[in-house]
């Protein structure tokens, strides 16, 4: 079983720039994929960027060059630096976790966080 703990939503201007933290609890094992998924009001839910155990990543086409996933192993913690907001990020992100060996291309692995409200808004 895992456990997955956000944090670092909120509101921001267009332009600006957030960080979100996902703390992993694991009862046996270690965390392989972590990552992140958004959905905004009246979408489906999305990939945001994923990264795995050794640190491979993967990215959504609209968030390149703009957000930066990464990962603390030991802490079990994985983290989304997101500069350039605008106003279509506006969405609720929730972290995604996999204790098994997984690839972003078979979908969100099986743990999901509660999600954390990020709002891109003048």
């Known amino acids: 079983q895992v456990q997955l703990v956000e944090s670092g939503g909120g509101l921001v201007q267009p332009g600006g720039s957030l960080r979100l933290s996902c703390a992993a609890s694991?009862?046996?094992?270690?965390?392989?994929?972590m990552g992140w998924y958004r959905q905004a009001p009246g979408k489906q839910r999305e990939l945001v960027a994923t990264i795995i155990s050794g640190g491979s990543t993967t990215y959504a086409d609209s968030v390149k060059g703009r957000f930066t996933i990464s990962r603390d192993n030991a802490k079990n913690t994985v983290y989304l630096q997101m500069n350039s907001l605008k106003p279509e990020d506006t969405a609720v992100y929730y972290c995604?976790?996999?204790?098994?060996?997984?690839?972003?291309?078979w979908g969100p692995g099986a743990y999901w966080g509660q999600g954390t409200q990020v709002t891109v808004s003048s």
């Open positions: 694991a009862s046996s094992g270690s965390i392989y994929f």
């Open positions: 995604n976790a996999e204790t098994r060996p997984w690839t972003a291309r």
